[in-house]
C-alpha cells in the first residue's frame, strides 16, 4: 500500500539568535535606540556619516534605522541630508516627565529651594545603574555648578546617588549612616570643586522616587555651610514626597533621623 505524501512542514522561522541581543533583547531594537541616543545635549543634527561612526554600524544599516524611525516620526532628514531628532522623541520625553509630574510639582518646589538656599536645585531619578537628572532649576549666584538633564552619572559618586543607594537599602556603614541622618552632603566628590547635599525624596507607601539636592562651588559650600542647609533640603523633599503622594496623609512619609530602615 502507497503511504499518503507526507504533508511539508511549515517553513520554520529563522534563528532567533540572529536577532537576539545576548540579554534577550532584540538587536534591531536596541541599535534603533542607540541610533537616538547618539545626539548629545545641544546637537541639532548629525550625518549619516557620524551616526554611523558614533553609532559603530555600517551606513547602509544606520540608513535603513533611520529610515524605520522616521515613519513613526522619531527622527527626521533633513535637506541637506542630515537626521535629526524628530517630534515623536520630544512627546516620548514629555511623557516620561509627566510621570514625576515636573510642570506642577517639582519645577515649583525645586524654585522654591533654590530661592531659599541661594543655590542650584535639582531632582535625580534612577534609571538602572546610573542616576539621571529630570529637572533642574538654575540658582542666582553668577558663579555655580552646571549639570545636563538627561545624562547618565554613577550612583555612587556624589550625593544625589549615594542618597538613592541607601533609601533603596545599599549595605554598609556609610549607607546606614546616610539612612540615619536623613541625608547626605559630598564635596569634590565626582566632581572637583562641586558641593552638593541630597535628600531622598518619597511617594505612596515608601516608594523611592528619586533625590533632591542643591548644588554650587566648594568655595561657598564648605562642610558647615551644607550641614546648615541640610534640614532645608529635608524639608523640600518631604513637601515633594507629600505632593508626589498625592496629599499630606500618612501614608506619605517624611524622612526623619533614625527612622528609615531598609
Same mark, same amino acid.
Given at each position: 500500500? %502507497?503511504?499518503?505524501? !507526507?504533508?511539508?512542514?511549515?517553513?520554520?522561522?529563522?534563528?532567533d539568535k540572529a536577532s537576539a541581543a545576548k540579554d534577550g533583547g532584540v538587536i534591531a531594537v536596541t541599535r534603533a535606540l542607540q541610533l537616538l541616543g547618539a545626539f548629545a545635549l545641544g546637537e541639532s543634527h548629525l550625518s549619516l556619516a557620524e551616526l554611523s561612526r558614533?553609532?559603530?554600524?555600517?551606513?547602509?544599516?544606520?540608513?535603513?534605522?533611520?529610515?524605520?524611525l522616521a515613519q513613526s516620526g522619531f527622527m527626521v532628514q533633513r535637506d541637506d541630508g542630515d537626521w535629526r531628532l524628530g517630534p515623536a522623541a520630544g512627546w516620548l520625553g514629555a511623557r516620561y516627565q509627566a510621570g514625576f509630574d515636573v510642570q506642577n510639582v517639582l519645577e515649583p518646589a525645586l524654585r522654591a529651594l533654590t530661592q531659599a538656599s $541661594?543655590?542650584?536645585?535639582?531632582?535625580?531619578?534612577?534609571?538602572?545603574n546610573v542616576r539621571t537628572c529630570l529637572v533642574r532649576v538654575e540658582g542666582p549666584q553668577a558663579l555655580r555648578h552646571h549639570a545636563r538633564m538627561g545624562e547618565g552619572l554613577p550612583l555612587d559618586q556624589g550625593s544625589p546617588g549615594r542618597v538613592i543607594l541607601?533609601?533603596?537599602?545599599?549595605? $554598609?556603614?556609610?549607607?546606614?549612616?546616610?539612612?540615619?541622618?536623613?541625608?547626605?552632603?559630598?564635596?569634590?566628590?565626582r566632581e572637583q570643586g562641586v558641593a552638593t547635599v541630597s535628600a531622598p525624596v518619597f511617594g505612596m507607601h515608601w516608594r523611592l522616587m528619586g533625590s533632591v539636592c542643591i548644588s554650587g562651588p566648594a568655595s561657598r559650600l564648605p562642610e558647615a555651610r551644607l550641614e546648615a542647609m541640610a534640614q532645608t533640603v529635608v524639608a523640600a523633599a %518631604?513637601?515633594? !514626597?507629600?505632593?508626589?503622594? $498625592?496629599?499630606? !496623609?500618612?501614608?506619605?512619609?517624611?524622612?526623619?533621623? !533614625?527612622?528609615?530602615?531598609?
Open positions: 500500500m %502507497n503511504k499518503p505524501p !507526507s504533508t511539508p512542514s511549515p517553513a520554520q522561522p529563522p534563528d558614533r553609532c559603530a554600524l555600517h551606513k547602509t544599516t544606520v540608513l535603513r534605522l533611520a529610515r524605520t $541661594g543655590e542650584s536645585a535639582a531632582f535625580y531619578v534612577r534609571e538602572g541607601a533609601f533603596s537599602g545599599e549595605p $554598609g556603614p556609610v549607607y546606614e549612616q546616610i539612612r540615619q541622618r536623613g541625608y547626605h552632603w559630598s564635596i569634590g566628590e %518631604n513637601q515633594l !514626597s507629600y505632593a508626589l503622594a $498625592g496629599s499630606a !496623609s500618612t501614608q506619605a512619609p517624611v524622612v526623619r533621623a !533614625s527612622q528609615w530602615h531598609p
